[in-house]
Structure formats: structure tokens, C-alpha cells
């Protein structure tokens, strides 16, 4: 199984800040890494496949990077919105699996 | 645009089992474009996934949780079920369900529905 480390667990951002969420597979998975935003009490919503294409209606200040082992969620200039958990997730190899999830708050 | 409905008992006994359905609209489960999937995710922690079905019936499943699921597909109904037999309080959990792709650079699941809650307690 495929398991994915997401640093940090928290990260408390000021409006305007730019954002980075890593990501890091326990094998290489190539480009097989998808980000999603998690609202409270809603469900995940698709930011970002295959590591970095990106999804239409997303906002431009979400991107991705990274292949094989290590991948890059980055948010240009935090907005109020963006308040949210963020996950990665793997479909490379079975059973498919989630990062720990990485919360963003706004200070 | 496609959209997904969970349904089920928000509450089963320890040893039971937990039943849901997913039902599908503005879309057909039997596009052989897609697979149908169940996630899960107790409060405030990460996300699980339990495992697919496939168009043509094939299912994969989650082995920490395989011994005790089945995934099937009512096509007439446009619907997909969730079958976790013998649940414990650790199954307590927000069940959603998921349609992902089933094509080369399109295996990521992009469409979720609204989840649903499932409590394990006498």
C-alpha cells in the first residue's frame, strides 16, 4: 500500500500569503497524485490531477508540482475562502489512499 | 451534471450490517467510462477509501476492510450499494460515494456526493 505524508498538519496563513502543502508517497507513484479541497461538512472537491493539471473552475492561485515521490500543492495568495483541509490521493497502484490531510486556517 | 445521493440508516448495531445506496443522476452507472466508488471518513480525521465497482461488475476492495464488504450495481434503478457486514464503533463514519474515470489520464475521482452519516451504537 501507498502511503502518503502530508506536511504540515496545520498551517495558519495570512490573507495574501502564499501557501505550500507537501505531499510525500512511500513509493513512486509517477504523476498519479490528485489534490482536494475539503469545506467543512462538505465533500472533497477535485483542485488539481495528475499532479499538476490543472481543473476547470478552479482559481488560477491553486497549482501543482512534483512527480514520482514528492509533490507540491501551492496556493498563490491565500484568500478568505481557502479555509478548507486539503488532501492528496493516489491512484497509481491498489489500494487507492489518502494523505493525513493538511488544514488551512486563516490568522 | 452528474450528480450523487447517498441513502442508508444513519444508525446500526454493533455486528450488523451496514447498508447504503447511491443513487445517480443525470448519468448512467452503466458508462463504461467510469467506476463507482465509496469513501469514508470518521469526524475529523482522514479519508478512506472502501473500494469500486466497475460497469461490467467488477469490484475492488479496500483489504483492511475486505473480508467485510460488497459493493453491487442496480442498473435498472441507476443506483450503487454499500454492504459492511459486523460494524463496530470504529465504522462510525460520514460514507460518501464517488464516480471516478475509467480511462487513461482520467482515474481520479471527480464527482462526489454529499455523504451521508452512519453512527454504530446499540
Known amino acids: 500500500e501507498v502511503v502518503l505524508t502530508q506536511s504540515p498538519d496545520l498551517q495558519s496563513v495570512t490573507p495574501k500569503e502564499k501557501v505550500t502543502i507537501t505531499c510525500r508517497a512511500s513509493q513512486s507513484i509517477g504523476s498519479s497524485l490528485h489534490w482536494y479541497q475539503q469545506k467543512p461538512d462538505q465533500s472533497p472537491k477535485l483542485l488539481i490531477k495528475y499532479a499538476s493539471l490543472s481543473i476547470s473552475g478552479v482559481p488560477s492561485r491553486f497549482s501543482g508540482s512534483g512527480s514520482g515521490t514528492d509533490f507540491t500543492l501551492t496556493i498563490n495568495s491565500l484568500e478568505a475562502e481557502d479555509a478548507a483541509t486539503y488532501f492528496c490521493h493516489q491512484t497509481s497502484s491498489f489500494p487507492l489512499t489518502f494523505g493525513g490531510g493538511t488544514k488551512v486556517e486563516i490568522k | ?122
Open chain 2, 1 to 122: 451534471q452528474v450528480q450523487l445521493q447517498e441513502s442508508g440508516p444513519g444508525l446500526v448495531k454493533p455486528s450488523q450490517t451496514l447498508s447504503l445506496t447511491c443513487t445517480v443522476s443525470a448519468g448512467s452507472i452503466s458508462s463504461g467510462s467510469y467506476y463507482w466508488s465509496w469513501v469514508r471518513q470518521p469526524a475529523g480525521k482522514g479519508l478512506e477509501w472502501i473500494g469500486r465497482i466497475y460497469t461490467n461488475g467488477i469490484t475492488n476492495y479496500n483489504p483492511s476492510l475486505k473480508s467485510r464488504v460488497t459493493i453491487s450495481g442496480d442498473t435498472s434503478k441507476n443506483q450503487f450499494s454499500l454492504h459492511l457486514s459486523s460494524v463496530t464503533a470504529a465504522d462510525t463514519a460520514v460514507y460518501y460515494c464517488a464516480r471516478g474515470g475509467n480511462s487513461i489520464g482520467y482515474y481520479y475521482m471527480d464527482v462526489w456526493g454529499k455523504g451521508t452519516t452512519v453512527t454504530v451504537s446499540s
